[in-house]
């Protein structure tokens, strides 16, 4: 396996899983306040 085959790092397959894993974090995070009521810092304790 090359540098150029390699997923980790700062490559373009590690960038592409790292974004979509963010928007799901973001999606889940927002139903989740919409299903409870409760602000996300609310629901960990910080609110």
Excluded: K
């Amino acid at each position: 396996m090359s540098d150029s085959d390699s997923r980790f790092g700062f490559v373009s397959f590690a960038e592409t899983w790292n974004g979509r894993l963010a928007m799901m974090g973001f999606v889940i995070g927002l139903a989740t306040e919409l299903l409870t009521g409760q602000g996300i810092l609310a629901q960990v304790g910080l609110g």
